[in-house]
């Protein structure tokens, strides 16, 4: 039965009925067979055309049942999707979610580290490393609303989500990302300000300043999100469940619709150029100017240290932003001439290697903080001898 179209009104009403093209941009409709008592499914053009229309109205209205059931097809919430993890590799699953852990458990130790330093120690209130703060938490978010999702999908545990729970992680990964964004524009700012104008740092750089960094990047980032949310739970779906990815991207849930996408693609056209790249744009001119200001330091050790700590911010800077930009644009030009796996693999680098790399490079590399952190460790390594040199001396006693 379910070879030729048909379905059995159970079959039906427990929501396991799938279009008959679930790639085509179609709404099912339902006809009611009497003969069989069978429901026949059948794929229509969204919009439907006049005639396919006419035709459903007239069916409608012989059959209010028949009614009730398209219309639930058409306005409640898809049954939940199916991750696929990285289209091709798919034998290579397990191997690549071993780096992915390796770099998530990094992640996690690092910023959970750099944060509680700098909550922590009563040196560390300084705007700059208060920045960092900032940062490593908008780490942890990016980080843990979408690795361990991708690591269920690679290793086969879990493929399965939600409708909602699918828009909540999109909603929580790219309001992440951009409240980032905006932290490391922050901090390029801050590094501007205190190089080429160092007397004003203190009256320009206060703690007042810092939160409200913080208000504006989170605020920035939902608002930013708030609108994909909402066009994407206007948007019919037919059925099609399956989504070639490791997490929820915006793009990726509308292409499964049936519907008109357009204002999607053009929203999110938008939002990348006017929030991630514009960002890149501004980050890249005030290190632009900071290597200018370090050119013309008298000291040759001076301008090497300078220029190696602005290289490795760099670095870092441009591993976050290059894969991002690329998904996200890849997702609306290059969708026919990027492999599938290449895109997928960029789109979990971006949220899960600048999060493990972060700590190292903005937290470590700061002389203050590498000071702390080394008195912690040797605090740490003491402690613990120091407790087991009784536990020895009581063996030895007795």
Known sequence: ?????SHSLQQVQAGLCAPSDPASTKVRMYEWNQSEDTLSLEAVPYPPKPRDRARWNQEMEMDPVLAALNQTVL????????????????TLHAWLAVPVCLLYMAALAG????LGLVAADKTLQAPMYQLLGLLAAADLVLATSTVPKALAVLWGLSAEISFAACLAQLFVTHAAFIAESSVLLAMAVDRYVAICQPLRYGALLT?????GVAVAAVTRGACVMAPPVALLQRLPYCGQRELPHTYCEHMGVARLACGDTRPNVWYGLATTLLSPALDFGLITTSYAFILRA???LPSHGARCKALGTCGAHASV???FYTPALFSFLAHRFGRHTVPGHIHILLANLYVVVPPALNPVVYGVRTQQIAQRLRHLLRSCWVGAIRGVSPERTSHSSE
């Open 294 to 296: 370090v050119c013309r």
């Open 75 to 90: 306005i409640s919430g898809p049954g939940p999707f199916v991750l696929l993890g990285v289209p091709g590799l798919e």
């Open 1 to 5: 039965m379910e070879g030729d179209g």
């Open 317 to 319: 800077i441009t591993l």
């Open 111 to 114: 910023n959970v580290l750099l």
């Open 207 to 211: 703690q007042r300043v810092v939160g």
